[in-house]
């Protein structure tokens, strides 16, 4: 019993088995001690167990040693590890609970043994009473029982009694005590008081203040006595407090720790020690520590969220709610690569790790497993959070009060996976609450697949507007789609109109970029020559150095590989004289570039000219998109890249190239690009072999130093070229890349600028700009036209490059004719979409004083009368066009004639057609009032208050940002959608989990990185804006947006419930495949196919006619291969007369060889045996190849004529191989199958 106390007074759990004390070792601890019998002191100290005493110092709580002790498991534990067993001092503090124990348990132990001695009295006497007739046991034992409780209630009363008549005494003489020594301290007090006054009367000579000088206020004091604790409320300045004072205004004492001795005991040994929350300071019991109700309340929360924790996974399902399943379907959204299977794992596998760090151990595996959400729970909160962004979409769109909105529409096919992607504009309020900042606002409405067809494409937009088309005033007035296609906006809009999806007055623009980019393809593919096999134009050169790029990175795992190649390259380069001759033979400008960025490296100073130089010889540019027109500027940068690198790329082919032939691989893939691109980087449009280099041709390599000091312009401080020098396409993508310098680069920025007032994100959105923009593209583009490209800087390199080319006049020809096609597809694409009467009047958001010159125009056609046929005269003055239209590349401003802008705009518009539109009827009164002149002096800009007078002009400003700023330039946005779903599809998911993810991502994820990147703005202020968001960062600010995201939505919810919106109709639709238009689509094909089956009649046609043949591999034709003939492969007397050939001539002697196993006398007897015929000197001096040729001429004559494969689409170049006819070209068959076995790495 005694060491159950003494655990529970150390504080030694019940589970620490190693730590508890047994009765052995409390004994054995005894054994050491000054007193080994527990004995009761007197009442006044309220010790129990009567050892030595002892404290560290004042503050130190009284304490009783029992003793030192070993535990048997700490011993056994403490052997094992090779250490000495650990010593555990055991201390009982006297604390009340101990004393009670200990009290009670000793009390309880007097007492039953005066109930023994009482039971054997009475046995005793019965036994000695009634000798033999005894009573039974049961009711003896019940008697006595009856004794011993009255017996214990009489002794307990005596001892209560006892008791309290103690504590009666003990407080009267305190009681008296105190009194005595309060009448002291009055008469004390009365003194000091008296002292007081007098120095007050004849005032203080000292230079400290009164400390008793009393002053307005009271102050409070707290404090502790004799355990207890008390306050009183005393004038601020003079003060005697008294103990009597203190004892008074001690506070009542809990019931339950009433004025007892045994309490009274405890309160008054207690020790105290100093503590503090905050700035504030007091005592505590030793022992004790103080929290504050925050941070009780926050671990009173942990310990309930860890028991939430553990009821979370306490089941066999998932238990999160659909507000934690929202934010873990808008991270998971992210995971484009990512495969549910993958994504439920990674969850378990997070899930288990973070359990396992908190120490949470009492939860299992499968527990975890089960309780973590599974990929069909993911599915369909995925399901429903589209719903929900569709919700908060629409609630947006109410709370924006937008009433016009616009369409930007494309099809698109990315990983075999057709798309049509539809977003919806609007213009709304930055924050709907203070309504101070005007935005654009997107949503996508899907990515459903659909008909290619304009009426297909027309009834999947309708289908998709079916839950905004019910809001009030909605109206989409602008849609915007590429040129080309079945579904071209031109083709589109008709059909929108006639389905009732847009309004009839709807305006369309057909892609800038699409427009730009067409222009440049036109002019580049009709002047150079476009991309293909066996194509020799600049554009194949540059797909063919992509393709062996991207082949060097593919063999060796990266870029660090091409990296170290490029490196060996160039140094080799640098050291090699051999390697700069050919590269001064070959491309003579392209190297003196090289040596020229070389010389300027090595000439910065500092790190970063280190740095630099380091790089240009080290490493390779990077991410480098394949050069197809079709990607927009992928083919202009490629351009830049190979133009810079031109020598290095020229080598590192070169290298390759080398190393495949050292292995005999010839016709290895890789091989055969760097042939390829080396044939295609030499051309100079020459059959003369000088032009090139030749391997031992030393004398090239003998230049005389070139001396530029007798040049005095530094441009020509260069060694001049001389024709043949410059390889043509080198000249052609000179030309090609000035002009991007020159002229299209710019224009591409423009359209990718954000709107100077909507701010970041707005790309794409500048139609107000677009009009006075055709202008200037126009103006630019006029300059370079009749030879004004000769004047600009940007063709100085080309202008050099000209000198060596072999044939000038063709390239005279070439600027003109790329010009005059860019400037047809220009003139066809771009000028009548921003020129058109629909669209014109964009103006009025753009340039002030354009949108001025475009009111006055038709306030004076409305003026002008009928008999009035002269045309209206344009302000003539010069303006600047200001920083939307700055030229990024040339680094302009751009400065233009308004009068002829203005007459090349107006040229072919229609004044009353303009005057009809719904935008100008609407606001003609405010239009009218901009274009009066006998009201205003200066012009009126709509974004400028100050210059409004006293009209208001607030309800244009709203119409340009409601109706035309709606208005997409480009579809650069829907094609990030195309790409997104190609992303969104890689995991194989269908049409609808590709439409969920892109209504997430359009609704959360995109607008999250806006709003997140001003936050880090914010955060940041002395950093530059981040261009992304990522890391932590990335994940802190998502769950922040979510949150606020969730709050949107219970709001939409609640409001939806009241205008009766079918919320699971929504998602319903969503998830619901036979709901989509590819299922209507695929339907009415069916219903066609039935239709044709049944009324339909069997028609055979020519194309599904039998050919007649099959193809047979060339082994089981029996056949030789075209290209195994050749010289390498005849016998050692036709090799020396070929050698030989010119002296044979001479002497007019013929080698006529009929060797069994020589490919040239084979060669020879198939030409007499298919009665090819050659002249002797053709006999002789054609090469094999040529020979061969005339072989395959034949074959294919046969083939498509005796055998019909001309029908077919045969050519004769799909002719590989042929059935030998001569016995001399029957002897080489097994050497031609051992070829082919080699060659495949099979061993006969």
């Not at 209560?160 to 009194?179: I, R």
């Not at 339907?1083 to 099959?1110: C, D, H, P, Q």
Request: charged share 30%; net charge neutral; proline share 3%.
């Amino acid at each position: 019993m005694l060491s159950d106390i003494i655990n529970i007074a150390a504080g030694i759990k019940i589970d620490e088995a190693s730590l508890r004390v047994t009765e052995d070792e409390l004994g054995a601890a005894y054994k050491n001690c000054e007193d080994q019998t527990p004995i009761i002191d007197d009442d006044s100290t309220g010790h129990v167990l009567g050892t030595f005493k002892w404290r560290k110092d004042k503050l130190s709580p009284w304490t009783v040693a029992v003793g030192r002790f070993e535990s048997k498991n700490a011993v056994d534990l403490a052997r094992k590890a090779n250490q000495q067993p650990v010593e555990y001092p055991l201390r009982i503090m006297m604390s009340d609970d101990m004393i009670n124990k200990l009290m009670g348990f000793l009390q309880k132990r007097a007492d039953d043994k005066k109930k023994r001695e009482v039971r054997k009295r009475k046995r005793e006497e019965e036994s000695a009473e009634s000798g033999n007739n005894r009573a039974p046991p049961q009711a003896h034992m019940i008697e006595v029982e009856e004794v011993d409780e009255e017996e214990e209630r009489r002794l307990e009363k005596e001892k209560k009694e006892a008791h309290m008549e103690k504590l009666l005494k003990q407080q009267a003489a305190q009681a008296k005590k105190l009194k005595i020594e309060e009448d002291k301290m009055n008469a004390l007090r009365k003194d000091i008081a008296d002292t007081h006054n007098e120095l007050f009367q004849l005032g203080s000579v000292s230079t400290r203040s009164a400390p008793m000088k009393v002053q307005e206020g009271q102050r409070t004091l707290y404090y502790i006595l004799d355990g207890r604790g008390g306050f009183l409320h005393y004038d601020e300045g003079m003060a005697c407090i008294f103990p009597s004072d203190l004892a008074k205004n001690l506070a009542d004492l809990p019931e339950k720790y009433g004025d007892e001795e045994s309490k009274h005991n405890i309160r008054m040994k207690k020790v105290y020690e100093l503590s503090n929350i905050g700035a504030c300071q007091f005592f505590v019991p030793a022992g004790s520590s103080v929290v504050a109700n925050n941070h009780q309340v926050r671990k009173e929360d942990s310990h309930d969220t860890v028991k939430d924790l553990q009821g979370l996974f306490g089941g066999d399902i998932s238990k999160f709610d659909r507000d934690a399943l929202r934010i873990a379907a808008a991270f998971n959204v992210q995971g484009y690569g990512a495969s549910d299977e993958a994504t439920e794992m990674i969850i378990v596998g997070w899930t288990a790790a973070i359990l396992e760090q908190l120490g949470i151990s009492d939860i299992d595996p499968s527990s975890i497993s089960n309780g973590c959400p599974s990929r069909r729970t993911l599915v369909r909160h995925e399901a429903m959070l589209a719903a929900d962004c569709m919700l908060v979409v629409l609630q947006e769109i109410m709370d924006d009060g937008a009433k016009f909105f616009a369409l930007i529409t494309d099809h698109g096919k990315r990983s075999g996976i057709e798309h049509f992607v539809k977003i919806l504009v609007w213009t709304g309020w930055a924050d709907p609450k203070k309504k101070d900042r005007k935005v654009l606002k997107f949503h996508c409405l899907d990515v459903d697949a659909s008909a290619h067809d304009a009426e297909g494409c027309a009834a999947a937009v309708k289908r998709s507007l079916e839950e905004f088309t019910g809001l009030d005033g909605f109206k989409v007035t602008a849609v915007t789609g590429d040129a080309g296609g079945g579904a071209s906006v031109h083709n589109l809009l008709p059909q929108l109109i006639k389905c009732g999806a847009v309004e009839k007055s709807a305006a369309k623009i057909n892609c800038v970029m699409h427009g730009l980019n067409k222009c440049l393809e036109s002019a580049g593919q009709d002047t150079f020559g476009g991309q293909g096999v066996n194509k020799r134009t600049p554009f194949q050169l540059l797909f063919v150095f992509n393709q062996l790029w991207k082949a060097i990175k593919e063999e060796g795992g990266g870029k660090k590989y091409l990296d170290s190649i490029y490196s060996v390259v160039v140094n080799k380069l640098l050291n090699d004289g051999d390697w700069q001759c050919e590269a001064k033979k070959n491309f003579k400008q392209a190297f003196q570039t090289f040596e020229t960025q070389l010389q300027q490296l090595e000439e910065l100073d500092g790190d970063k000219g280190i740095d630099d130089l380091v790089d240009f010889i080290t490493e390779t540019p990077s991410n480098i998109s394949d050069p197809v027109f079709s990607r927009w500027k992928t083919v202009m940068s490629c351009t830049r890249v190979v133009l810079q690198y031109w020598t290095q790329i020229y080598f590192v082919a070169v290298a390759i190239k080398q190393r495949e032939i050292h292995q005999k691989k010839h016709s290895s893939y890789i091989c055969i690009l760097a042939s390829a691109l080396l044939s295609l980087m030499k051309e100079k449009d020459t059959t003369n072999v000088n032009a090139y280099y030749k391997p031992g041709d030393k004398d090239m390599c003998m230049a005389q130093e070139f001396d530029d000091t007798q040049y005095l312009v530094e441009e020509q401080a260069l060694p001049p070229l001389e024709r043949g020098d410059t390889p043509v396409f080198y000249a052609m993508l000179l030309f090609f890349q000035a002009f991007g310098d020159a002229y299209f680069d710019d224009q591409f920025h423009f359209v990718m600028k954000d709107d100077p007032v909507l701010g970041e994100g707005s790309f794409g959105q500048t139609s107000r700009f677009c009009v006075e923009r055709l202008y200037i593209m126009h103006k630019l583009l006029a300059e370079l036209e009749n030879d004004g490209w000769k004047t600009k800087i940007q063709f100085k390199a080309y202008k050099r490059a000209l000198r060596g080319v072999s044939n000038l006049e063709y390239f005279d020809k070439m600027a003109k004719v790329f010009l005059e096609r860019f400037r047809f597809v220009f003139d066809k694409h771009l000028r009548p979409c921003w020129t058109s009467d629909s669209i014109l009047h964009y103006i009025l958001g753009g340039n002030q004083v354009l949108a001025n010159e475009f009111a006055r125009w038709l306030v004076d056609y409305k003026r002008m009368s009928s008999d009035d046929e002269e045309p209206y005269q344009f302000t003539n003055q010069i303006i600047d066009m200001g920083a939307i239209h700055y030229r990024t590349t040339a680094r302009k401003n751009v400065r233009i004639n308004v009068e002829e802008c203005m007459n090349y705009l107006t040229a072919d518009a229609d004044p009353a057609a303009i005057m009809q539109s719904d935008f100008v009827k609407s606001h003609w009164d405010l239009i009218e009032e901009m274009g009066t002149f006998e009201y205003i002096e200066d012009t009126i800009s709509l974004f400028d208050d100050t210059t409004w007078g006293h009209v208001d002009f607030e309800p244009l400003l709203e119409a340009v940002w409601n109706e035309i700023a709606i208005h997409a330039c480009h579809q650069q946005r829907c094609e990030n959608y195309v790409q997104l779903a190609a992303l969104v599809a890689k995991t194989s998911v269908g049409e609808v989990r590709r439409t969920l993810r892109a209504i997430i991502l359009s609704t959360i994820i995109r607008p999250f990185h806006q709003w997140a990147k001003q936050v880090l703005a914010e955060r940041n202020p002395d950093k530059p804006p981040p261009r992304r968001v990522e890391g932590a960062a990335r994940g802190e600010l998502l769950v922040k947006f979510m949150r606020k995201f969730s709050n949107k939505l219970e709001r939409a919810k609640r409001l939806a419930e009241e205008r009766n919106i079918d919320i699971k109709a929504i998602q319903q639709k969503l998830v619901n495949q036979s709901m989509k238009t590819s299922a209507h689509h695929k339907n009415k094909n069916m219903n066609v196919l039935l239709e044709a089956l049944t009324v339909g009649k069997r028609n055979i046609t020519k194309s599904e006619e039998a050919a007649g043949y099959i193809d047979k591999p060339v082994i089981m034709s029996d056949g030789i291969t075209i290209t195994f003939l050749s010289m390498n492969r005849s016998c050692k007397n036709c090799k020396s007369a070929w050698t030989k050939r010119n002296a044979m001539w001479k002497k007019k002697e013929f080698h006529h060889c009929e060797s069994e196993g020589c490919c040239l006398a084979a060669v020879h007897a198939e030409l007499k045996e298919r009665n090819i015929k050659l002249s002797k000197k053709d006999l002789t001096f054609k090469t094999i190849g040529q020979k061969r040729h005339e072989i395959r001429a034949h074959v294919a004559k046969e083939v498509m004529v005796d055998e019909g494969k001309g029908q077919h689409g045969f050519v004769i170049t799909d002719v590989k191989d042929f059935v030998p006819k001569a016995k001399l070209m029957e002897s080489i068959k097994q050497m031609h199958l051992d070829w082919l076995n080699e060659k495949k790495g099979l061993s006969t």
